[in-house]
């Protein structure tokens, strides 16, 4: 299996990935799919898709922005928000999604690698994040830290807690 990437805005959605992230992140916690889950409170970030595809003539393992859209499945996403200008060492990850039928097989942990290369070519030292209890020990094995008690989400009422990925050092 080839693993390509690509980054999409919030003006390029399309229906396959908005059902990926709402069908793996929100339905069964009851959120109406009308509600406001997608938008970013500045309304831009940018979006990375795990995409596979078993042909091995295909170019669109190479890691960029420009993988053309019919290029295998869409297994994954996450949205990478835009560093804020007041803390430009530090970057949000959020709506990390894998296609369940695929979890287990690397790709939440390829996913994320790619955001925390991505980010730091960008300048991010410091990566955070909202993880649901489930999702606890996926981001503790790769190296994230508990930095905040339970909470519920003022969003989503979905309980998260705020986790950091503190030294971004070993992967420049």
């Known amino acids: 299996m080839k693993l390509s990437y690509r980054t999409r805005s919030v003006d390029t959605v399309t229906p396959e990935l908005a059902n990926l992230i709402y069908n ?7 959120v109406p799919r009308d509600h ?4 970013a409170a500045d309304g831009g970030y ?3 898709q795990l995409l596979t595809d078993d042909d091995p003539t295909d170019d669109a393992d190479q890691l960029g922005e420009h993988v053309p859209a019919s290029c295998g499945k869409l297994t994954g996403a996450l949205r990478l928000m835009p560093v804020d200008p007041e803390h430009p060492d530090r ?8 296609d369940p039928d695929l979890r287990g097989r690397g790709l939440g942990r390829a ?11 960008h300048g991010a030292r410091v990566l955070w994040l909202k993880a649901r209890k489930p999702a606890w020990g996926f981001y503790e094995r790769l190296g994230y ?9 003022p969003l ?3 309980p998260h807690i705020t986790m950091e990925l503190a030294t971004m050092e070993r992967l420049t």
Do not use: P
């Open 24 to 30: 793996n992140l929100y339905r069964d916690w009851g």
């Open 36 to 39: 406001d889950w997608l938008q």
């Open 156 to 158: 989503t009422k979905i």
């Open 46 to 48: 940018f979006l990375m």
């Open 91 to 98: 970057q949000q990850i959020r709506q990390v999604a894998v």
């Open 145 to 153: 830290t508990r930095v905040s008690e339970l909470y519920l989400s």
């Open 111 to 121: 996913l994320m690698d790619r955001a925390r290369q991505w980010a730091a070519e």
